[in-house]
């Protein structure tokens, strides 16, 4: 293998100059703003964990981790989500206090992706989790502060769509009785392949009327009326599900935030930490924003069991999707002779306490102060 040469980057990382650090630096204080609005506060995690607690835990193929080793041996990843750290950090260091937790984070992560593929290996993201709070009303608060977020990074056309891990599963398990083949056919859903969804349910060994009720599935979009078709059955998980997302649908409406809603009952997170409501959140022109959902069995993993859920905005396409320019600062450039140089500093701090971005240069060929307005970044 030849050695990279001077100004080569390893695959899927990128450097972000001035005019894109500031959207990035705009998209993150627009939704912090509104996190801490509702109560939710910072945590910062460090960027490597160990594989076997962080790593293990955090439902990333364990081929698209970064490891390495550290002194003792011990084997360590880049970060490959933000939920798995924190839920480490809420059944340790914060582990004695009270919940439910209300937690929020900006911060990168890195999957490994193959050169070919053309696809980022660090993102950035920004996001909150809330632990602890069984109830309809916790997983409403999380979907209504993703609206809010969008709507504060001034995105147009927010849809949110609303699946259910727990529906789902006990919907195929309901026909299938087979686990092996249910979760073929989830994991179909996952990848979004509805053809080979369609391919494998078309191959089961099934009454016409089962296959049909299984194709159905891809079909049901919609308000929470699409749920009427279901209520009949005897399954206690379906009836368990059902009324717990049609409670989350009430507690939407009392936030007047139904209609940016949608429930999907084929759509499937990528990561099988998820347990209850999954959901992705969408701007103009159906562009992927956000993730999130119910992951409940996570904090079993680290010995302090909960109800959780939480999202994660792609700050990365929030950027991309030109949702906010960024507060572009008047800037000043004072061009002095060393005469004036006691005097240039002094008006430099009175110009920056107004909140300008000042440059300072000298310039011995001309007497006194010369002042040169423009936006930052060009007067450099």
Known sequence: MGKPREFEKPVGVRDFLPEVARKKQWV????????????YREVITPTLEYFDTVGGASAIDEDKLFKLLDGQGKTLVLRPDQTAPIARVVASLMREEPLPLRLFYHANVFRAQEREAGRSAEFFQSGVELVGDHSPEADAEVLALAVESLQACRVGSIQLAIGHIGLLDALLMEQLQDRKTADQLRECLSRRNLVEFRHRVNALDLPERGREWLLSILEQRGGVTIL??????DCSRVQKAIAHLEGIWEALCDWELDHYMGIDLSLVGSLDYYSGIYFEGYG????????????????????????????ALKTDRLIMAGTGEGSVKEAITLVYDPASRRRAYREATRLRSEGKAVTLRIDENNPGIAVIRGEEGENG
């Not at 627009?30 to 801490?36: I, L, P």
């Open 228 to 233: 009427q078709r279901w209520k009949g059955t």
């Open 28 to 39: 993150e204080r627009q939704v912090e703003e509104r996190f801490t609005a509702w109560g």
């Open 284 to 311: 103009a022109a159906s562009y992927y924003l956000l993730s999130g959902g119910r992951y409940d069995r996570l904090l079993e993993r680290f010995d302090r069991p909960a109800p959780a859920r939480g999202f």
